[in-house]
Nanobody
Framework: VQLQASGGGLVQAGGSLRLSCVASGRTFSSYTMGWFRQAPGKEREFVAAIGWSRESTDYADSVKGRFTISRDNAKNTVYVQMNSLKPDDTAVYYC????????????????WGQGTQVTVSS
């Protein structure tokens, strides 16, 4: 599986962005899809995940209520809608694919996209 993330950019605090991640391959619908982020000098951290059924979603406490993850299996695409962005959300955002439902650890994901930069100005 190859993943291609896009949609990052520069936005003011309080603004919104929607990230997309397109996957190659015919088995996209069977994967748990996750978003992670990594800020300079910090470890990569879990942001959100969605199961193959789209009914199972999970969010980091830091983004709960502001971010929404979704997927379109027909388009092999997973999204994260990010609202009420804060400067602390500034990071490179990565999409990832794995087989473990409810996974929050980076080691549970086997395939990674190249990352897209999100910068939130104050």
């Amino acid at each position: 599986v190859q993943l291609q993330a896009s949609g990052g950019g520069l936005v003011q605090a309080g603004g919104s962005l929607r990230l997309s991640c397109v996957a190659s391959g015919r088995t996209f619908s069977s994967y748990t899809m996750g978003w992670f982020r990594q800020a300079p000098g910090k470890e990569r951290e879990f942001v959100a995940a969605i199961g193959w059924s789209r009914e199972s979603t999970d969010y980091a406490d830091s983004v709960k209520g502001r971010f929404t993850i979704s997927r379109d299996n027909a388009k092999n695409t997973v999204y994260v809608q990010m609202n009420s962005l804060k400067p602390d959300d500034t990071a490179v955002y990565y999409c990832a694919a794995g087989f473990t439902t409810g996974a929050r650890g980076a080691r549970d994901y086997h395939y990674w996209g190249q990352g897209t930069q999100v910068t939130v100005s104050s």
